[in-house]
């Protein structure tokens, strides 16, 4: 059995092309799940470019794409996603139902490729085979044995998390979102109880918190006591502020390994065997 996740891009906000972020990345919300029944994709961050080499380069033919919400860093990398350029190519695009897209994720995509944000028509992209605005708490079955569950998050305008369940292996991932001090969210705790892998937006530390309530993100140290309050088996802090240089993210990395050997950092490229 294969079950595999690879971050294609961690970085929150804002892409980050720079000589300061190189051994964490720079690219934008995009992470892909590879089991035996097929891929399953979240986000569309400027990560999903190079997701997209990948895919041709291994004959993929289809794909689901799940939006967690369409704010700017996790929608802006899909022009660039070579396949949905293929028209022999299935991809199958999914979008919550949020306060912040009421028209649907399609309304979302051609908007961003208009004229004159964009030279090229999401008409083009003639690989897309469907879009689908669903309710958040729906329950999909993308590929045969493959669960994908979906719960609210706190975040400006709405989003949707989610947990990814095949063979006995579970991931969650929580992007984005903000957490009451104190106050542990139910609708996450849902999403993430036992989980063999959770991914959590950890834009900001404890310390740098109080200044940011409000802005729709958490903290590292909140993914560590949710991860150990809820059976979570290992912890991917992600979502990092571009502000966030590599030093200082070697910093966090080694502090929440130190409070937890079951965190580490997601890097661009990097890839997790589940199975």
């Not at 001090?181 to 937006?201: C, E, F, K, R, T």
């Amino acid at each position: 059995m294969r079950y595999t996740v690879k971050f294609w891009g961690v970085r929150g906000s804002i892409a980050c092309p720079s000589p300061d972020h190189v051994v964490y990345g720079g690219n934008t919300s995009c992470i892909a799940i590879t089991t035996d029944a097929g891929v399953v994709i979240f986000d569309a961050g400027t990560g999903i470019r190079s997701l997209g080499r990948d895919l041709i380069r291994n004959g993929v033919m289809e794909s689901h794409l799940f939006f967690t919400h369409a704010h700017w860093d996790h929608i802006n990398g899909f022009p660039f996603f070579a396949p949905a350029f293929n028209p022999a190519f299935k991809l199958h695009i999914h979008g919550a139902r949020l306060e912040g897209c009421p028209k649907g994720i399609q309304h979302v995509l051609n908007h961003q490729m208009e004229t004159p944000n964009f030279p090229v028509p999401l008409a083009a992209m003639q690989g897309i085979s469907s879009y689908e605005d669903f309710d958040v708490g729906t329950i999909f079955t993308p590929f045969a044995g493959v669960t994908v569950r979906t719960g609210p998050l706190r975040h400006p305008n709405g989003a949707c998390g989610y947990r990814i369940e095949y063979g006995g292996i579970s991931v969650a991932y929580i992007t984005d979102t903000e957490h009451h001090p104190g106050q542990p969210d139910a609708n996450v705790a849902a999403l993430i109880s036992g989980v063999d892998l959770m991914i959590y937006d950890c834009t900001y530390t404890d310390a740098e918190f109080p200044t940011k309530i409000g802005w729709g993100h958490s903290t590292w140290q909140e993914a560590v006591r949710l991860a150990q309050a809820n059976g979570v088996k290992r912890l991917a802090i992600f979502h990092h502020d571009p502000e966030h240089t590599d030093d200082i993210m070697a910093e966090i990395e080694a502090e929440a390994v130190r409070t937890w050997d079951g965190a580490m950092a997601a890097r661009d490229g990097m890839e997790v065997v589940l199975a």
